[in-house]
């Protein structure tokens, strides 16, 4: 059976009286002269409140001047224009937000012009609140996260959400202190404050305010989500009862016609770190799709800002363990006047020292061990003991980067630092007040700055070692200058160094350059060195500076004497002579039997000529005697039917300290008395005296 031909009028008329898109004819006035009453947006709408009207006028949720600015487009083209996206409230249900697709197709009249045009709206609405939710769930992925900092995590997750998902977003983080320190698993007690971290927009001023830290009241959506550990959608109404908790506090909330928030809890490896909360007072409010999101969000926010607060509790260790191995005071030295400045910013291994030497020298020390973190910190507490254990052998400065070169390859063998290609860098340089000579020597580590006492940096090649712990063998170089009195050394790590917009050259000079005013007080110039070289953030920063100071010549006496038996008597008539020219009778009898048991050593057992020094030294007298055997002698306790062999055990006795100093081509043993402390009675000295004579 054959039909008969379709009715185009008919067709019309179906397809406007049953189609679910919306279908508007527009005339060449844009005013409506049909319409599917069927579709979205403008079902229920009384034909009169559309037919002979512009889209302005029945849809004003919508903005008029796109559609007219589109519909003009099109008249004027005659071109057909499809799939538009254009947003606006529903003209029959104005509490909703319409996503549409407008197309709009020109009707073709006997003339050139457009008498009309055809217009096709379809609702995307959810199609479209699906790909929102999945753009801002991009967008977090994206943006937050960027830093291992807290604060900036939680902006750069309000900033993702706001104004795309909320209208405001809040974050808040349990306050336990500056460090993040404490965790907690389970449930969040009622009474624990959180702090406001972040918020958008800046201006928001719903319940509390950036830095604010107190607990939320109980009970609420928001102590419920810290207890269980549950996001939860809330509507916000005047009749809502959890608002009774705070009335004062949460009238913000219907004084800026908030009406549904997400209150997100931010967790990570069952531990609660604080809240998200989203607020809408836009005519759409969240829904349970919107709640997903939301998790998502905070799920990943919680991630990072778990990797932060892990971060700050490592830097914070690591900090401490620092300035707990850095030292203490530094002492009080005739060599040397010292001031530091130590930045631990990046949490990394920097470190100083100064160690008092034998013969009233000095050594000057600046490290910075690779990486950052507890390790790196460890490593840098290994390095310092150890390098001030060699320094306090008395081991020439080679020797001693040499051994110290041996325990950093030992470190990099068990581990200690991370994937890098040496263990640490060092400079060290020893100053000797008597001479005014200076001993410099480095490991990969940036050359000390020198400045003489008028303020002009003195040229020093310093040959530049391997850096600690690289292997290979090659040899340390020291270099040998002498400095005048009042000379600044300025030793330091390359985070001081690391000024914006400077190469290491130039950083070099503008240091030098800043300490030019060496006479100035040390603790002013470094931080004028701080204020000036604007130190990395992200490196440790250290800088020892040292004002050199001279023994005067009366502090010193000097002989040197043959290797013959007879001098020991000679040589105990000019230590007393010379101890009652600095009015230290007291000191001579302890004295004459140290500086005799030394030389007479000396003479038995080395070669050549014998050096008797005497040093008055900051209420400590220093006795040494040098010779040119390089072997070191030892400390033998001598049976009583022994003839000999007591003489070291006599110094240690009668010294406050004494030890072996060794040279290229020579040893000195020296002893060290406090003037100001006790010294032997009659009787241990008698006994003393005995124990020589055998």
């Known amino acids: 059976m054959t039909g008969g031909p379709v009715d185009d009028a008919a067709v019309l008329s179906a397809l406007f009286a049953d189609s679910p898109q919306g279908l508007f004819v527009f005339d060449a006035e844009q005013k409506v002269t049909r319409y599917n009453p069927a579709g979205r947006g403008v079902r229920n709408l009384p034909a009169e409140e559309v037919v002979g009207r512009g889209v302005e006028e029945f849809a004003p949720g919508f903005e008029g001047g796109e559609l007219r600015a589109l519909i003009d487009e099109v008249l004027a083209s005659g071109e057909p224009l499809r799939s538009r996206l254009v947003r606006g409230r529903s003209p029959s249900e104005p509490h909703r937000t319409l996503a549409v697709e407008v197309s709009l197709f020109p009707l073709r009249g006997p003339g050139d012009g457009v008498p009309g045009l055809v217009g096709v709206v379809e609702d995307v609405t959810e199609r479209q609140a699906a790909a929102d939710r999945l753009a801002v769930l991009s967008a977090v992925h994206a943006t937050v996260g960027s830093t291992l900092e807290a604060r900036t995590t939680a902006d750069e997750l309000v900033r993702a959400l706001v104004p795309g998902f909320a209208d405001v977003a809040c974050v808040d983080l349990l306050d336990d202190g500056p460090d993040g320190a404490v965790r907690r698993t389970g449930p969040v007690p009622s009474a624990v404050p959180l702090r406001r971290v972040s918020s958008a927009p800046a201006d928001a001023r719903l319940s509390r305010k950036d830095g604010d830290s107190r607990p939320f009241p109980f009970p609420t959506p928001f102590t419920q989500a810290l207890n269980d550990g549950q996001a939860r959608l809330v509507p916000v109404s005047a009749d809502e009862s959890w608002l009774a908790a705070d009335p004062d506090g949460f009238a913000p909330l219907l004084a800026e016609h908030v009406h549904s928030m997400i209150v997100a809890p931010l967790t990570a490896r069952d531990s609660v770190l604080g809240l998200l909360t989203l607020y809408r007072d836009r005519p759409d409010p969240f829904e349970e799709a919107d709640l997903d999101v939301a998790r998502q969000a905070a799920t990943t926010a919680a991630a990072h800002l778990d990797n932060a607060n892990s971060y700050c509790r490592e830097h914070t260790v690591a900090a401490a363990l620092q300035r707990r191995l850095q030292p203490g005071v530094t002492p009080r030295l005739s060599a040397v006047e010292t001031a530091h400045v130590y930045l631990p910013e990046g949490a990394g291994g920097g470190w100083f020292d100064v160690v008092p030497l034998s013969g009233t020298r000095v050594a000057l020390v600046v490290g910075d061990v690779a990486g950052h973190g507890i390790e790196a910190a460890a490593t840098m507490g290994q390095l310092r003991v150890a390098l001030r ?144 070289m604007a130190p990395s953030p992200r490196d440790d920063a250290v800088l020892l500076l040292a004002r050199t100071h001279a023994l005067a010549p009366e502090q010193v006496a000097d002989w040197t004497l043959p290797a013959d038996p007879s001098v020991v008597g000679t040589a105990r008539r000019l230590v007393g002579q010379q101890l009652a020219v600095w009015e230290l009778d007291e000191a001579v009898p302890t004295t004459e039997l140290i500086v005799s048991e030394l030389v007479t050593n000396a003479i038995r057992y080395g070669r050549g000529p014998v050096r008797l020094r005497l040093v008055r030294d900051r209420g400590r007298l220093l006795c040494e005697v040098t010779d040119t055997n390089s072997a070191s002698p030892h400390l033998r306790h001598a049976r009583a039917s022994d003839e000999g062999g007591r003489g070291l055990f006599i110094v240690m006795r009668l010294s406050s300290h004494w030890g072996v100093r060794h040279g290229r081509r020579d040893k000195t043993i020296w002893s060290e008395q406090r003037l100001d402390g006790e010294r032997p009675d009659a009787l241990d000295l008698f006994d003393v005296a005995d124990l020589a004579d055998e």
Do not use: K, M, N
Request: charged share 15%.
């Open 389 to 532: 254990t060699l320094a306090l052998q008395d081991l020439e400065t080679d020797e001693l980067l040499t051994h110290l070169d041996e325990v950093a390859a030992q470190l990099t063998a068990a581990g200690a630092p991370t994937a890098t290609t040496h263990v640490a860098t060092c400079a060290i340089t020893v100053y000797d007040p008597v001479s005014r000579q200076c001993t410099a020597i480095r490991a990969g580590h940036p050359a000390p700055v020198v400045v003489d006492p008028e303020g002009s940096p003195l040229t020093v090649d310093v040959p530049e070692g391997p850096p600690l712990g690289t292997g290979g063998g090659r040899a340390f170089t020291p270099a040998v200058f002498e400095v005048e009195p009042g000379s600044l050394l300025a030793h330091f790590t390359s985070g001081l160094l690391a000024a914006a917009g400077e190469d290491g050259a130039a950083a070099r000079l503008h240091l030098e350059h800043v300490l030019a005013p060496a006479g100035r007080p040390l603790q002013e110039l470094c931080d004028t060195a701080v204020y000036r």
